[in-house]
Every structure is written in C-alpha cells, then in structure tokens.
C-alpha cells in the first residue's frame, strides 16, 4: 500500500462516510484517510487528571485508534502536506490537535483547515484559509472535558454511597433532570381552579356572515385574570376570568337579551410576519421533533448522513451544511442563489426588498458559523426523494423549507378588531377578531409552530363588514367551563429549548444529554405521549445533590461556566484558572455533602410480605423502587412498576422442571423471564420469548466441546444477538465459536436428558 499513497498530499477526517466523499472530490493528487472519531480520552476506568499539578490530564488512545494508528502513521510519513481536517467547531479541533500529539507531527508539517459543507468549492476554498491548531478552542474543549470528569468522577462515588449502587452524576445532565424534577413538583402542587367564558353569536340584518364573539369586559372591569407562577426554569401564566362559578354569567346573558348590541369600535390594521431564522441546532432538533416526531438523537444521526454525503446519480454529495452550530449565518453566495431561485420558482412578489440579515440571541453563539442549511437550494426535496431514505427526505425537505422561508418576503394580514356594547358599554363588551391574508409571503411554504396552533379565538373568525353605530342580532349565547391548568411536563423539543434558553450546554451536547439521562432511568419517556417525566430516582438524586451542590444544580451557575468557556476558546481567560475557580467550592461542598447527606430512609408500607406475612419496606435502588420485608433474615420481595405499583408475577400453564411448583412470568432489571414460584426455595428461572413462552434456561449449559486455545469446555451462552459457544474459561480465556440452530438443538436436548436423568 505504501507504494500507492507515497507523494500524496494526506487530509485526515474523523469519519469514514467524509474520507469517501471527500476523496472523490479531491482526487488522485490527495490521500483522505478517517480517524474514526476521537483518537485520544481521558482513561475509562481512572479520574486521569491530576487536580494537584495544574489539572493536568492523561490521555490515553481510545481502542479503535490502537488499530489505526499505524496505517495513519505510514500516511503521514510519505505525505509531502498534511492537513487535518476535522469538523468546524471545539470538539473538532480538540480531535486535530489529539492527532497531531498522537503522530508526533511538527508544526510545520501539518495544516489544520475545515468547512462548513462538503462541497466542491467550500473543501476547495477551505486550503485558501489554512492555518495551525488553535490553542484557544483547544482549551476551551479539554476544560469542559477535565471539568465534566472531574464532577462525574467526584459525585458518582458519593451517590453510590450515600444513595444506591450504580448512580452517576454530571455538570449538565443533573441540571437537565432538576428542570424535570422540578417540573414533576410543580405540577403536584398545582391548584386548579375553575372558571367559565361567556361568548355570543351576532349577525348584521341581512348581512353575512355571522360571527361570535367573547366577553372582555363586565361593569366597567376587564374579566380575564392573569396569574403568573414562579416557577424554577421559567415564569407560567395561568389565564381564568372572575367568573368562577357558572351562576354569575346570568347578568351577562340577561344584559345581552335584552339589547341593544352595538358596534362602538371597529379597528382595522395591516400587519406584516416575518420569517423565522435558518436552523441552528436547537430548533431544528425542536421542529423535527414537533412536526417529524424525531428525537433528538435521531434527528442529529440522520442530519449526519446528509452533510456528510449521499450518492446522488453516481456522485456523493453533501446536502447540508454542519449541523452543530448556534449561528443564523448564510453565505452571500448562497443568497444570491436562493434570491434567484425564489424568483424564477415563486415569483419576484416573494423575493424581500433586501436580504434578510438574523443576529444569534444563543448565549455565546459562534458567529463564524453557517446555519444549517441545504448546500446547494436548487437540490430541491422532490427531485432528491429517488436517494434518500424516508427519514433523510423528510429531514432533508424540513431543513429546506426552512431555509427558503427564511429568505422570502413577510407575510401580510388584514387584521380587525371589533368591540361590541351589550346595553350601555360600560356594562358589558364583547370583542371579535378576524384576520385575512392579503399576501402569503413565506407562509406560503412553511407554517411556523406558532401559526399552526392558532386558534379561532384569536384569528380565524371570519367578519362581515361593520361600521361603528351598527346595531347586531343575538342569535345565541354559549357559555363554557373551563380549569386552570398546570405547567406543562416537558418534551424534548422544550426541554432542549429551555436548555438554550438558559446557557446550559452547548448545541452537539443536547441529545447526549438526553440520551444519558433516560439510559440513567432519571428520567423516563411517557409511551403514548413522549413527554419525559422524572422518575422517583431522579427526584431522590435531584433532592440530595441540590442540598449540598447549590453551584452545580444551579441553572445562571452552569450557563456561567459556559460563558467562561467561550472566553477560553477566545484566549479572554485561561483553562487552569477556569479549573482552578471551580474546584475550590466544588471540592468543600464536596466534603460537607460527605459528611451530611443522609441515605433515604426506606418506607413503611401497609403490604405484607408474601413469603411470611411481616410488613414490607418500600426502597429504591438504580432500577427502581421495590417492596422488601421488614425481616432482614426473610427474602420476600415485591418489584414496583415506573408508576409505583406492584408488578404481580403472571401465571403459565408450565410446571418447575425441579419441584414441580407452577412458573410464573416475573419482571426483572434486564425484562421479563419465567421463575418457579416456590422462590426462594426453588430458584429454577428460564428466559422467554416476546409471547411469553419459554425458550431456554438462563443459566449457561457446559458442553462436552472443548477450548481450541486452553482445553477447557466450552458453554452455551446467550446475548442481544443471540446465541454463542464462549469458553468456560472467561475472561481469561475470549474464544467464542457461533453455532448452528441445528447444534444449539443438540446441546440443550443433551443438557435436559442429563437433568432428567440426575
């Protein structure tokens, strides 16, 4: 191989979908070889940073990077130019500067260049602007990776020994589960109330259409209410009206019977909407997930494949720019492209007077950046439907909807506003809205969530024309219950939102952060809705830290430090310093939460122990809460579903192989599976199928095969993929063979003959 890459000029990518695309656009003059993501990280099974020497790190090569660090290394040395040319933001140049550490190379050996888009002309352009690593974003990545290691690795241990085994904790993701818990809390303490509305159908004589409207004012006072709940993340309003019970609308109703009803005030305005910005990440993460049902994960994953490339026609293309930014910028180039093509497709009545120009309101948004937006517009979603996958197309059309939004002209409405008297006009007024659209602009291709969910109370009503003076015929009075309601459980689209809103994180840290969090079982995905909810371990972990880590569980404390990681990477403040500031109060809270967070006290329950009748204690451990008996010599244990209600084991019709007892289907950390009854006397338990039927024993089976490597017999074990031959001399001994359904067969006929026979 050595002989074909020799004078090559070596570009290094972090993932191999770029090194395919890019080579093609490059040529035979360039080698592009991938890392395949990070090369380097602190160890897994060490802090590795020692706090006392300037917080220095050790960094280890990850696994993957043993295997292709030779093949980098051959690379390079043949390479008259190397340029490192990894994604356009911290982490990326973090990745750059570990592969310049990792192959030894010189400063003047290599360039470091990015872009924001695979395309011809921006990886081409992007060899105009190289430079070398910069230090500063450098620092800034390793600060935020040394200061979330070092909360992880200083707060799991006191969770797993103050709370339950298994725990973890860290700078952004306890923040995320606060907001949830916190949620959960405000919720149950809400206070509902009820309220009614009172509205009336009128018509002009001889005039359509006819048209309701909603009593605002009564005796001179407006009725509505605003009350406003301070809440931990965010101010709720709760709208009511004075009229709390259904028996004060009488007057109102009697009053508009009576008449005269009388248009006193009609106003009428042109209004103009503009269009929402490009994506950035966290909108485009809301509205995939508000308008496609993605998750967070999914979208980022799927936005993935488009920037990096699809074969379009024999060519790979890159379709989007990078979808890890926080900046509302597009190219002019581009502009002017989109500006041309509204025109020719739309008409020049879409095209605003001057281009639209949207400033970042992120906290420490990357300016330099592009939005997220197609690479070339005139790629429309239905000529790239024959290549795409169903996922990448309905991304793909979202992002360029958008996108062609942004740069069109407003929207424009006719808006009126009319106020109605009933009687005198300080006794009782009424007010109807109506909107028209007089030009579509934007909205002619993608509606905003906002004007989706418009109601008709706000804008929908269609009026007739009226004129101050006018006197109206009641045709009907409606008068409607309502309740308070309380805030809303979060979902991702609004938690993400929240998290943006409040500093914490950073755009590639949000589906992360959600990922960890459900994997935790901190928080949990309600099945029909999707809204996430804290669970009762995320409650418990929530309560204990933010007693004693008021810094860290504290929403302007963590956007703080973002703010001071963003003055790193722009050389404002200095990584150890950051550290250094950190750690002082970090490591006392530290010490007195080791000194005074108490363990939860398990609970007394009214239920009684299946086994021997004692009363049950309610406990909590990583997978849930679950009934123990009282008597600690007495095994009996009841597990509790996510809702905190028994799981009760499900009948069969099978019979235990070794007592005879009947099996039953019970529920365990890693699902369902069938155990004998009699447990714990008899402790038989099998695994079983999506039906419920039985497939095969949990326990390994030891075969008369033996080892190839050290002699000894091989075991028939199980995992996710199915069924394996490992050696019984695990871990020391790795040898796994695969096997044949026909031999599986064979092996647990000859395992239950010998178990009958014994």
């Known amino acids: ?209 006819k048209f309701w409207a909603r009593v605002t004012k009564w005796q001179g006072k407006n009725i509505e209410q605003t009350t406003t709940y301070h809440l931990f993340a965010e101010d709720y309003k709760v709208k009511n009206t004075v009229f709390d019970n259904e028996a004060k609308l009488a007057p109102l109703s009697e009053v508009l019977r009576k008449g005269p009803n009388t248009v006193v005030k009609v106003e009428k305005k042109e209004v103009k909407q503009k269009p929402k910005p490009p994506f950035i990440t966290s909108s485009l993460q809301q509205d995939a997930y508000n308008k496609l049902g993605f998750s967070s994960q999914k979208t980022m994953m799927t936005a993935q494949t488009l920037y990096e490339g699809i074969d379009v026609e024999g060519q790979t293309v890159g379709l989007i720019t990078y979808m890890r930014t926080d900046s509302f910028n597009v190219s002019k180039l581009l502009q002017e492209q989109t500006k041309k093509f509204i025109g020719e497709k739309y008409g020049a009545q879409f095209v605003p007077a001057k281009q639209p120009i949207y400033k970042s309101k992120v906290m420490g948004a990357q300016e330099a950046h592009e939005s997220i937006h197609p690479t070339d517009v005139r790629r429309t979603p239905q000529n790239l439907k024959p290549f795409l996958t169903s996922d990448q197309y309905k991304l793909y059309e979202l992002i360029w909807l958008r996108f062609v939004a942004s740069q069109m002209a407003d929207a424009v409405f006719n808006t009126v506003a009319i106020d109605i008297a009933a009687g005198d006009e300080k006794t009782c007024l009424l007010r109807a809205n109506g909107r028209t659209v007089k030009f579509p602009g934007y909205l002619s291709i993608y509606k905003d969530q906002d004007e989706e969910e418009n109601n008709e109370e706000s804008t929908s009503a269609l009026l007739p024309v009226l004129a101050e003076g006018d006197t109206l015929n009641l045709l009907d009075i409606s008068s409607k219950a309502h309740k308070t309601t309380p805030p809303p459980c979060y979902n991702e689209a609004s938690l993400i939102k929240t998290l943006e809103k409040h500093g914490i994180g950073r755009p590639s840290t949000y589906a992360p952060t959600i990922k960890t969090i459900l994997d935790r079982k901190y928080i949990a995905r309600q099945p029909k809705t999707s809204k996430l909810i804290a669970t009762d371990l995320g409650i418990t972990v929530t309560e204990s830290l933010k007693g004693f880590f008021k810094e860290i569980m504290d929403l302007s404390y963590t956007a703080d430090v973002e703010e001071k990681l963003d003055e790193v990477a722009e050389g404002g403040q200095k990584w150890v310093k950051l550290l250094s500031d950190f750690y002082v109060n970090f490591k006392r809270e530290l010490d007195e939460a080791d000194k005074g967070m108490q363990r939860p006290a398990a609970q007394p329950t009214e239920e009684k122990c299946p086994v021997c009748g004692k009363f049950m204690l309610k406990k909590r451990s990583r997978f849930g809460e679950y009934l123990v008996c009282s ?90 993929r199915g069924e394996f031959l490992g050696c019984s001399g695990y871990p020391k001994c790795k040898t796994i063979v695969t096997v044949t359904p026909e031999e599986i067969a064979q092996i647990k006929a000859a395992h239950e003959a010998k178990q009958k026979k014994n």
């Open 1 to 209: 191989m050595a002989t074909n890459i020799k004078g090559k000029k070596l570009v290094i990518v972090e993932s191999p979908t770029k090194q395919k695309t890019i080579s093609k656009i490059l040529g035979n003059d360039f080698l592009v070889r991938s890392s395949f993501g990070h090369v380097r990280d602190l160890p897994q099974h060490d802090m590795g940073v020692d706090i006392d020497n300037n917080f220095t790190p050790t960094y280890e090569p990850v696994p993957r990077a043993k295997k292709m660090l030779p093949e980098l290394n051959a690379a390079a040395k043949n390479a008259p130019e190397i340029y490192l040319a990894t994604d356009p933001d911290r982490e990326g140049e973090a990745i750059a500067w570990h592969l310049v550490e990792l192959l030894k190379l010189p400063k003047e050996r290599y360039q470091r260049i990015f872009f924001h888009e695979i395309t011809p002309a921006a990886i081409k352009e992007s060899f105009s602007h190289a430079r070398k690593i910069d230090e500063n974003l450098v620092n800034a990545q390793q600060a935020r990776r040394i200061l979330d290691r070092i909360v992880g690795y200083k707060l799991s241990p006191l969770l797993w020994k103050k709370i339950t085994r298994g725990l973890s904790a860290g700078r952004v993701q306890s923040v995320a589960v606060r907001l949830l818990a916190e949620r959960a809390k405000e919720i149950k303490d809400f206070k509902e109330q009820d309220y009614w509305t009172l509205s009336a159908q009128f018509e002009k004589p001889n005039t359509a259409p």
């Open 631 to 720: 008597d600690e010599t007495c095994k009996g244990k009841i597990n509790l579903s996510s809702s905190g209600e028994k799981v009760a084991p499900e009948p069969t019709n099978e019979v235990c192989d070794k007592c005879g007892s009947p099996m039953v289907i019970r529920t365990g950390r890693r699902g369902k599976f069938m155990a004998c009854s009699a447990y714990p006397k008899c402790k038989n338990t099998y695994s079983v199928d999506a039906e419920g039927k039985k497939v095969a024993s949990t326990g390994p089976i030891v075969t008369d095969r033996l080892c190839e490597k050290c002699g000894k017999p091989f075991v028939l074990r199980s995992s996710r």
